[in-house]
């Protein structure tokens, strides 16, 4: 199968949702991180990964402004509810497929995958 950059869509989407059945995701301070292991669902190599969808926010001046504020806040929701976690993923086989740029691996297969609430584990 040849790299295709341009490789996506609702099929593929739904694929992904098969292949990744047993995606997880993690909620800890706020932050959202997920585990995949599956076969891509265009080219069909498994791959594994760990990422974030947020990005580590440095701890500055900005962060310690209203600290009275952000507390009562927190206190506000003690149990925020876990929502689906959209992960946008990018084929990451350890395959070289025909047409890569450079050294790059994977098919270049690009699609979403939904991790329901259900395993989705929140820490605090
Ligand atoms: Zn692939
Ligand atoms: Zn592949």
Do not use: W
């Not at 694929?15 to 995701?25: C, M, N, Q, R």
């Not at 993690?26 to 292991?37: K, N, T």
């Not at 994977?106 to 699609?111: I, K, N, P, W, Y």
Request: glycine share 10%; net charge neutral.
């Amino acid at each position: 199968m040849d790299y295709d950059e341009f490789a996506s869509g609702e099929e593929l989407d739904q694929k992904a949702s098969k292949s990744f059945a047993t995606a997880t995701g993690l909620v800890s301070l706020g932050m959202r991180s997920y585990r995949v292991d599956g076969p891509c669902p265009r080219c069909g190599h498994r791959m594994a990964l760990n990422g974030s969808l947020d990005l580590l926010v440095p701890s500055g001046p900005g962060k310690s402004r209203r600290p009275v504020f952000e507390a009562l806040q927190s206190k506000d929701q003690p149990a925020p509810a876990p929502e689906p976690m959209e992960v946008p993923l990018r084929c990451a086989c350890s395959h070289k497929h025909e047409g890569a740029p450079g050294t790059a691996t994977g098919c270049g297969a690009e699609f979403i995958i939904t991790i329901p609430p259900s395993r989705i584990e929140v820490r605090r």
